[in-house]
């Protein structure tokens, strides 16, 4: 299987406190990945520290076999690397349309047009056309963004992230607060990109009947380290991850 | 239905109300604008032009709050930038054109140079730091005596005529004729602005302005945008600058002052960050409430702020438009709140 992206030792901490704690993982094409993991164990530290978005304190990145340790986020975007965040992240003062059009706009290397019209760029209107009658926003695509229902507006957070073609897109909770008609849309956008696009997506997930019906793999994550990371049969098994799900459960049971 | 949409013009939200000014008003503004000195006197003709010179200052000020998210508080010293540049030209070389571009030209570099410092800060940092700047160069005018001529600023500068050698030669003595030029560069000016805001480019300057962090991962490098944008804004307020010299004939550092540095944050506050027409209608405003004020009192600056910021506070598009950036982190929090982290 190939290789998409692989680090050494990633370690992230703020102050005192190890978010992430020396991260060896590779992630392959193809390979539906989900980490999992009880709150705060580091999952979207994780993700921002593959994406750019926070710098590391040690270790390295490398996609696609070239080092990106220190590459900016936007360089990794253009090599191929997408995400969602799990906390609303659009662009709410502009329609869908346009939420959609700016990375499609990137994507084919129209941004930096400063005369031309937007609607001179027909590839650019077929292509946001196409993703948001794919994701089924096109009926809403005059609505500005900020006034979307938040299922909605967590379908647009995806449609942003696929709209650039990543070849590895992270989705940090993708189905979070939605309810089950609205996460059945974003499992079947899901499922379908990764078939007719072959993009590879890693997601954040709590709802662990989403995890274990989507995920080729799983990873575990507890205090900033890795303790599982298997096929779905073997995380399920796992005396490691069963321990950590539990006492969590027995804390909260405290509590 | 899907062309309404992609035929849309313009900044979103407030700025919907925009596109149905139609476009028959719009002519017949500009068709009176060109009649207007057959109209009035020569106070109102010299009046319009300060207008016309503050609505392209504001619109290229508004490119960095309205579209990009970015306030900036030295604009005036690009201003004067454009004004020192078209004076020393036009004291050497009297023909009006190489003055203008000269000064459009030496205010971008100013911009591109010091927006190369300035656009790594957002916000409150951003806003001081172009502060700080604009009064680096508002000293500068004020000690380079040799240069600027100090507090005396350069006197006796002609309104050249506009030549373009073998082609044409127009006189530009008469306020008359001046002010055509100044009219129809202006509108130029606007027309080439409101193409940019409505471009690619535009689009996704609106996009740095709502969320940074999700520009990044549309493969976009908020910095270089950021500084081009600031250069934009920069070339505009040079161009309002150095179309100053040949009005006044004489320029002094206040050009470059911070009180300066503040008339497009008004004009543009009057007017509406998010409608392109905004620092336009804002200018128009500016003037007026100032041209009453002044017949009252001599802290005519005092009384304008506190008018505007009545305005302001009274219409909710404004405060709004200040409070954007506490506002929709705030709005995003309750959209927050509903869902389990
Ligand atoms: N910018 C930051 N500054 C300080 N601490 C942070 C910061 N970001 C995250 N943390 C802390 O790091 C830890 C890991 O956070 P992270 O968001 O990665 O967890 P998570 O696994 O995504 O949890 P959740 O399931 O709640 O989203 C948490 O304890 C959090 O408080
Ligand atoms: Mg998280």
Known sequence: ?255 | MGKSMIERKGISLFGRAYGKIPTVLLLALIVFLFLLPHLVGKYVMYMTMHILILSVFSLGFNLLLGYTGLLSFGQAGFYACGAYGCAKILLVIPSLLPGIICGILFAGVFALILGFLCIRHTRIYFAMLTLCFGMMIYSLAWKWRTMTGGDDGLIGIPRAPLEIPGILSIDMSGMGNYYYFVLIVCLLAIMLLYRIVNSPFGLTLQGIRDSESRIAFTGISVKNYRLIAFTIAGLYAGLAGALIPPLENTVTPPLAHWTHSAEPVMATLLGGIYTFSGPIAGAFLFYVIKDIIVRFTEYWLIWLGAIVLALVMGLPGGVVSIFQRRLIPWIRLQFAKGSPR
């Open chain 1, 1 to 255: 299987m190939t290789e998409l992206l692989r680090t050494e030792d990633l370690s992230k901490a703020f102050g005192h406190f190890i978010a992430v704690d020396s991260v060896t993982i590779n992630f392959t094409m193809d390979t539906l990945t989900s980490i999992i993991g009880p709150n705060g164990a580091g999952k979207t530290t994780l993700i921002n520290l593959l994406t750019g978005s926070l710098p590391m304190d040690s270790g390295r990145i490398f996609f696609k076999g070239e080092e990106i340790t220190k590459i900016p986020t936007n360089e990794r975007v253009k090599r191929g690397i997408g995400r969602s965040f799990q906390i609303m992240n659009i662009f709410p003062m502009l329609t869908v349309f346009q939420n959609v059009q700016i990375p499609v706009l990137s994507l084919l290397n129209k941004s930096l047009k400063f005369f031309s019209r937007l609607d001179a760029h027909r590839e650019v209107i077929n292509e946001v056309e196409r993703i948001s009658k794919e994701v089924g926003l096109w009926d809403k695509r005059e609505v500005l963004a900020g006034e979307l229902s938040h299922g909605d507006q967590r379908l647009l957070e995806m449609s942003i992230a696929i709209a650039s073609q990543p070849e590895l897109c992270f989705l940090d909770e993708p189905t979070s607060g939605m309810n089950p008609r609205e996460r059945v849309k974003i499992l079947e956008n899901i499922r379908r990109l990764s078939k007719e696009r072959r993009t590879t997506f890693i997601i954040v997930e709590h709802d662990m009947d989403v995890v274990f019906s989507l995920s080729d793999r799983i990873v575990v994550m507890h205090r900033g380290g890795i303790i599982a990371d298997g096929k779905p049969d073997e995380i399920k098994e796992n005396q490691n991850v069963k321990e950590v799900y539990l006492g969590e459960e027995l804390e909260e049971e405290i509590i």
